[in-house]
């Protein structure tokens, strides 16, 4: 059973950091891609960043490319989302999301998900 467990969020001041880790468990990751994906209160989810587990290419919103940093560490089948220069509009759940194959922006092709941080940036 594959279980995808976020952690990391919290609250900080605009222009600080959080790192979230998202602990991927159940299978072999090396032919998925994991995604970081967010929502905020009265907001369609939105794709963040992603990484193809086997190569480590990853991928970037426009609004947080140059901000956030998508890595992953084999040995703990984990990916994690560094998150710099925060600001109130990156306020939302984040969730982490596994889909087997190539990179995607849509969340429809993501069959795991795990069950969201809160991740809140105040002003």
């Known amino acids: 059973q594959v279980q995808l467990v976020e952690s990391g969020g919290g609250l900080v001041q605009t222009g600080g950091s959080l790192r979230l880790s998202c602990a991927a468990s159940?299978?072999?990751?090396?032919?998925?891609?994991v995604g970081w994906f967010r929502q905020a209160p009265g907001k369609e989810r939105e794709f963040v960043a992603a990484?193809?587990?086997?190569?480590?290419?990853?991928y970037y919103a426009d609004s947080v490319k140059g901000r956030f940093t998508i890595s992953r560490d084999n040995a703990k089948n984990t990916v994690y989302l560094q998150m710099n220069s925060l600001d109130p509009e990156d306020t939302a759940v984040y969730y982490c999301a596994a889909a087997d194959g190539p990179i995607r922006f849509e969340s429809s092709p993501y069959a795991y998900w795990g069950q969201g941080t809160q991740v809140t940036v105040s002003s």
């Open positions: 990484i193809k587990w086997s190569w480590g290419s990853t």
């Open positions: 159940g299978r072999t990751f090396s032919s998925y891609a």
